[in-house]
């Protein structure tokens, strides 16, 4: 089964993608920070997929990404946040962010990137 890690600081959006995920048969881990992501890839080096917010205490997105980048350049990365301006999303694609979902996330948008990415090499 699929893996996919879900980074954001809102136990809402956490559950609400846990949900979408759960019901297409992924298997879903949940951090509520960036740290807390970091440790939780660590404890499932098996994760194909990571979606993370930008906006969150102690490591925000764009650091965890940076961070993970250094050591796992595999692992699919997408950003679901409210942030939207270029800059970040090109600060994003520069460190390897796949695709930038807005929030509110669309269940079936969000399934569709996430089996275009999981297929692609």
């Known amino acids: 089964m699929t893996k996919i890690l879900v980074v954001d600081d809102s136990e809402i959006m956490r559950k609400e993608l846990n949900a979408t995920l759960s019901q297409a048969n ?7 920070d960036g740290l807390d992501g970091l440790e939780k890839l660590k404890e499932n080096p098996d994760t194909e997929l990571i979606i993370v917010d930008i906006n969150m205490p102690l490591l925000n997105g764009m650091e965890m990404c940076a961070e993970i980048r250094r050591t796992n350049k595999s692992v699919k990365i997408f950003v679901v946040s409210l942030e939207s301006s ?3 999303k090109a600060k994003g694609k520069a460190i390897g962010v ?4 807005n929030k509110p996330v669309h269940p079936d948008k969000l399934l569709l990137a996430v089996k275009k990415a999981l297929q692609s090499a």
């Open 86 to 88: 270029s800059e970040l």
């Open 26 to 32: 992924y298997k879903v881990i949940e951090a509520a």
């Open 98 to 101: 796949m695709a930038w979902i």
